[in-house]
């Protein structure tokens, strides 16, 4: 009988209904967007390098390292996601720039010196004039062209296709790695005047992501790179 008894105690205490704890919905899972990590450069016969990203809580590139972590760039955002300071760590230096009213780029500051240099923008035709180089954006804000090179692009998705940015202030200041990959979709030609500098073959991923990128130089002095890149 006691265990009986003891059953009946032991089952009230670990029961109830559901008025007392009432069902409750699974919050739904939140998705992280894909963003890349981590670029390798591979050249051959030359040392690989090796760019590492982070970002912050809206997907906006929020640093960029490199010579094994020795140098790094910092990116800071104005509120309409724009970057207003790129920070260099190996020496220190600072670039500010400056925005109207209608978020366009005007200026920019090297280190607090004072002087601000212009930046140019033609709504019309949708290109920007920094110092002695124009870039021609397209509509999604890929670079089209800069002075002489010429940029054509495929319907898939770049390296950059969830980062919110980057935007022509970063590629114009790094460009040996955003111009040549950074984009929201995958790069497929790039000319010099009329010349084919590359010709350029991506492997992607099951979801659509380009893991590898090669480039192979078709003109003197273009030599041939591999971009390997990881998520």
């Known amino acids: 009988m006691k265990k009986i008894v003891l059953s009946v105690v032991l089952l009230s205490l670990f029961s109830c209904s559901d008025e007392d704890y009432p069902l409750v919905a699974p919050e739904p899972e939140v998705l992280k967007p894909t963003l890349v990590s981590k670029i390798t450069v591979l050249r051959e016969g030359e040392p690989e390098d090796v760019f590492y990203f ?11 390292s490199y010579d094994e972590g020795q140098t790094s760039v910092q990116y800071t955002y104005n509120d309409a996601d724009l970057v207003s300071r790129m920070v260099f760590n190996d020496d220190g230096n600072t670039l500010d720039f400056y925005y109207n009213a209608q978020n366009i780029p005007t200026a920019y500051e090297n280190s607090g010196d004072g002087i601000l240099l212009p930046v ?29 090179v010429h940029y054509g692009y495929t319907d898939k998705k770049g390296i950059f296709a969830n980062v919110v940015g980057p935007n022509i202030i970063m590629m114009q200041q790094l460009t040996g790695l955003f111009v040549s990959v950074g984009s929201k979709v995958a790069m497929e030609t ?15 991923n099951d979801s659509g992501y380009p893991v590898k990128i090669e480039y192979t130089g078709l003109l003197p002095l273009h030599t041939d790179r591999t971009y390997i890149l990881e998520y």
């Open 120 to 148: 140019t923008y033609d709504a019309a035709a949708n290109f920007y004039t920094f110092g002695p180089s124009t870039y021609i954006l397209n509509a999604i804000g890929d670079i089209q062209s800069t002075t002489r």
């Open 190 to 204: 790039v000319y010099n005047d009329n010349a084919q500098m590359f010709e350029i073959v991506t492997t992607y």
């Open 54 to 64: 982070t970002y912050d809580t809206k997907h906006r590139m929020q640093e960029v």
